[in-house]
């Protein structure tokens, strides 16, 4: 069993910063591809951006060049660091570690 928790979000104004943190727990082992997903009101559940174990990344076109994941290995932690928000980025965001999903933290962005 893999527990999965994420950490770091709430309220803030267009153009601010977030950094989120995503720690998994358990029955695991060299971790290879964690990742971040969002998913807004009424819209369907979409892929932000993911990290191999190797430090390959990945990005939705919609954040790429604002928001950077990163990890340690060490820690089996995946973090997003959330830059220039949008409105738009308004979202619960998930981590996913392998088939597992962490609960969500709710990112608000808003004046």
């Known amino acids: 069993q893999v527990q999965v928790v994420e950490s770091g979000g709430g309220l803030v104004q267009p153009g601010g910063s977030l950094r989120l943190a995503c720690t998994a727990s358990?029955?695991?082992?060299?971790?290879?591809?964690m990742a971040w997903y969002r998913q807004a009101p009424g819209k369907q559940r979409e892929l932000v951006a993911s990290?191999?174990?190797?430090?390959?990344?990945n990005y939705s076109d919609s954040v790429k060049g604002r928001f950077t994941v990163s990890r340690d290995n060490a820690k089996d932690t995946v973090y997003l660091q959330l830059s220039s928000l949008k409105p738009e980025d308004t979202a619960v965001y998930y981590c996913?570690?392998?088939?597992?999903w962490g609960q969500g933290t709710q990112v608000t962005v808003s004046s």
């Open positions: 990290i191999t174990r190797g430090g390959t990344t």
């Open positions: 996913k570690v392998i088939d597992y």
């Open positions: 358990g029955s695991i082992y060299r971790i290879n591809n």
